[in-house]
């Protein structure tokens, strides 16, 4: 809470103090005190110095810190390295996750490349077909009084399989599934897009 306060209140140059009244006090800085310094820095310049402090202090390298590390870029003006960073967290061995795509997703909507937003979606989506999941699901199956259905007519032929991924999108792995956040965004980018 005093790391999130004191910048907004003008503390800017208490930071180091209160970091070293915590390590007085037996409180050593771990990655929720980098993902809190991270998230109030006011330029990509005092995010860059927090990111270096934390990786000589051997912080950082979760993947909630590289997600803030990320998103820093993208508050900042820079979206076209937030999806680099979140490939070099892979490569470190780092999960990632649904957010770690959904960040790339709002970074190709920050560089004004609605298209590749609803690729990656599609790719997303592809991987992880809904319609499996809800037929599988409880709420899915008949009652046992229900009159018996009838028979199912064929199946429509398989869908193509999505555009193959370019750039920065290939170093993110196999799509996450999808959230509602994700949807949200898709929607934002159908929005962006005249065709």
């Not at 409180?27 to 991270?38: G, K, S």
């Not at 076209?80 to 709002?106: I, M, P, Q, Y």
């Not at 077909?129 to 259905?149: E, G, H, I, N, R």
């Amino acid at each position: 809470t005093l790391l999130s306060g004191l910048p907004r209140a003008g503390g800017n140059t208490s930071t180091a103090w209160l970091l070293g009244e915590m390590r007085s006090s037996g409180v050593e800085p771990d990655e929720y005190t980098v993902c809190t310094l991270l998230r109030e820095q006011p330029s990509m310049r005092s995010s860059r110095h927090v990111w270096e402090w934390a990786r000589k202090q051997g912080l950082g390298h979760g993947s909630r810190a590289w997600h803030h590390w990320a998103e820093a870029h993208l508050r900042h003006g820079r979206p076209g390295r937030a999806s680099l960073l979140l490939g070099l967290a892979r490569r470190e061995g780092v999960r990632l996750s649904t957010r770690s795509h959904n960040l790339h997703l709002r970074a190709l909507l920050g560089r004004g490349d609605a298209a590749a937003a609803l690729r990656h979606f599609e790719a997303m989506s592809a991987a992880h077909p809904a319609s499996a999941a809800a037929a599988s699901s409880p709420s899915s199956a008949a009652p046992a009084d229900a009159p018996a259905a009838a028979p199912a007519p064929t199946a429509p032929a398989p869908a193509a399989p999505p555009a193959p991924l370019s750039g920065a999108a290939r170093w993110l792995g196999r799509p996450a599934r999808p959230d509602a956040h994700s949807y949200s965004i898709a929607l934002t980018a159908l929005r962006r897009t005249t065709t």
